[in-house]
């Protein structure tokens, strides 16, 4: 059941799709109070209770014991002592022996969540402006909750089928030419590929919806020559864009006044990476529009993906800080003592004040001006919304791909996310497995991070491990930073044990896309911590390496450097399934319990239920090409089962019950 109450007035935030009428009485669990830093709600927290939930921030699956804030920053590197990543998802559920209780603070402000931090055996929620929808949703189990929490917020974004397969990316080398080698490689190597993301080097001084005349001569002509060999680009599209005359897409946006205001009326305008930017205001309608026009030009190429970026709206520098940062720069009777030096190395801080230049600017919701600081939360969804807008007014029948950094829930309807600026690090291998129960909880299902890591120098054996673990998330990019080591598979040792593990990745896509779908259709979770399948083993409530995935399958990876193998604990009998490659298949039946389970650095490992089988399709260079004639089902049978398996022409909008089938299979 869920109930909803009302605090102050909120803005309208998008997020659910049903209308709760709201309730008099006080809300039951939480002690709400004014207090100095807002409005609190406040929960004693019993013992045994875990807590789950809040889609992309750090730390564990089980979230009690820190402090977490709602307020999208771009502020890598994501450290355990962050407390907000790019997104806000306020939705979490506390979960114990006595009570099992959804909550979703519906808040587009600065938002907090001390759960356990100041005192362990309580949590306190604040709002900083004290204007939101609260809604309640009491059930069984973590899984009932969760679904309708999915139905209150909406279907999951879902990407044309060919998002699933392996897409190649990165930030600082991209050209026509540098393409065309990887996919030689590739080729060569036997790797299947079936997208390129570009980067903003890719595009003309980094200004969105152009193409680097150096890098990229003949944009239509690459796209169509792609298109021929069944490769997709994917343009990236950053939030702001130039503030220049020149520039036609800013003066459009001129005309039709869809840029954010400062206070005084005047166009805000900060540093991002094309120099001094205007910020569209999404969240007016006709800004929209504007959005979506500016894309008619690349979907009339053929282009079909795209991914959203900096759109927190992360900003470098404001224009007050710059100009303060330049003065302290230029200062020439500087006295460089010790002090000196430090007031020069802290100029970068100076670049962008919170104060003067990150709230100076507003939004215009309902004929109402709302300064960024009360609605920022959902600058990166309303640009979402914008996307989505353009796609439908192309092509309202097909489905494009498009996953954003920034986002709220309601944003998950319409686009997938990949999990920011992560680092070449072990840590951040685990993080990933970590964030994906939480972002399906709260909606978004097509999510993966940066494979091998994006910022910092990636090894053979992380990038290898990270691959093992990538194949199994619906997003699978690989994507690193300029003036990290380069990340093409081809250029590793471990190249050709790197390309067998994404040939698996091309085998599992049946079983994937149908659990995928089948999750979007049934507002479930794809991914899930065994605590939510298995609620009355104690064992499994502390279980945060390993998640189910789907229905039948559990995967557990190996994280840690020169590991050979890795303990793994099964909640139930299951088969292992241990391969290096399609056809390397190893199966081997575990009971119940602890075991060691010994992983080469080229092996992977997953498990799949007893009496459950899975589909599993011979290798294919593209997703377009995979036959569903060599499908066979792979599993550890003692009675008959029925594998539901769906499947569609992985296009068009049109998404139905029908395209599920029984596969039976015998033991
Ligand atoms: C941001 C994105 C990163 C991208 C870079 C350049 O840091 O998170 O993925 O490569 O900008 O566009």
Redesign the pocket.
Known sequence: MIRRYVYGQPWPSFSCVQEICPEAEPMPYFHVQQAEKGLTFTTKLEKDEAIYGLGENVRGINKRGFVYRSYAV?D?PETESKSALYASHNFLVIKGGKRCFGVFFDDPSLFEFDLGFTDPEEATMTSRYGKLNVYLIENRSVIAVAKEFRQLTGRSYIPPKWAFGYIQ?R?GDCSEEEINRTLDEYRKLGLPIDSFCL??DCLDEYQNFTWNPVTFPNPEQFVREKQEEGIHLIP?V?AAIRKDDANEDYRRGKEKDVFCKGPGGEEFAAYV?PGLCAFPDYFQEKTRKWLGDRLQRYLRMGISGFWS??NEP?VFAGQGGFRRAAELASATDENYSFLGFGRMMGIGQLLYDEKSDGKNFCHRIDDELAENPEVHNLYGGMMAFGMDEGFRMYNPDERFLLFS?SSCIGSHRVSGV?L??NHSWWSHLLMNLKMMPSMNLCGYLFAGA?IGG?NGDTTDELMLRWLELGIFFPLMRN?S?WGTRKQELYRFRYSEKMAKIVQIRYSLIPYLYSEFMKAALRDECMYRPLAFDYPDDPRAAGIEDQLLLGQECMIAPVYEQNAKGRMVYLPEDMLMIRMSSPDSMEEICLARGDHYIALETEQLAFFIRKNRAIPFAAPADKVKNIEESSIRMIGWLQEEYGYEYYNDDGISRQISQDNLKIIPCKP
């Open positions: 771009d890598a990316s930030f980067d903003i990236i950053d990476w970026d900096m992360s950094r990949w920011g600026d940066d994006f994507h930073c």
